[in-house]
């Protein structure tokens, strides 16, 4: 499975973006889709996770409220929709995609696939 991030940028603290991940390669609706971040200097922690099917999400505490993830799986694709960006939300963002259970998701070495990273900068 190849997976592609994009729609990262720079923007004002309070502003929304969304992101989305494209996949190909395999079969989409199989895997559970996640959003993990690095901020520079620090490690890569876990934003999000949605099931395959899209029925069960979860979050970051530090997101919770703000972020939203969601798939298509017709379009192969799924989506990190960010509002009331702060600076602390400022990283490298991947999408990941692995078969693991809900318990195990929000450990990246659990995940397969990774996507490049696409930049997210917020100013204050």
């Known amino acids: 499975v190849q997976l592609q991030a994009f729609g990262g940028g720079l923007v004002q603290a309070g502003d929304s973006l969304r992101l989305s991940c494209a996949a190909s390669?395999?079969?989409?609706?199989?895997?559970?889709m996640a959003w993990f971040r690095q901020a520079p200097g620090k490690a890569r922690e876990f934003v999000s996770t949605?099931?395959?099917?899209?029925?069960?999400?979860n979050y970051a505490d530090a997101v919770k409220g703000r972020f939203t993830i969601s798939r298509t799986n017709a379009k192969n694709t799924v989506y990190l929709q960010m509002n009331g960006l702060k600076t602390e939300d400022t990283a490298v963002y991947f999408c990941?995609?692995?078969?693991?259970?809900?318990?195990?998701?929000?450990?990246?070495?659990?995940?397969?696939?990774w996507g490049q990273g696409t930049l997210v900068t917020v100013s204050s």
């Open positions: 390669g395999g079969t989409f609706r199989n895997y559970r």
């Open positions: 949605i099931s395959p099917n899209g029925g069960s999400t």
């Open positions: 990941a995609a692995s078969t693991v259970v809900l318990s195990g998701a929000q450990n990246e070495q659990n995940y397969y696939y």
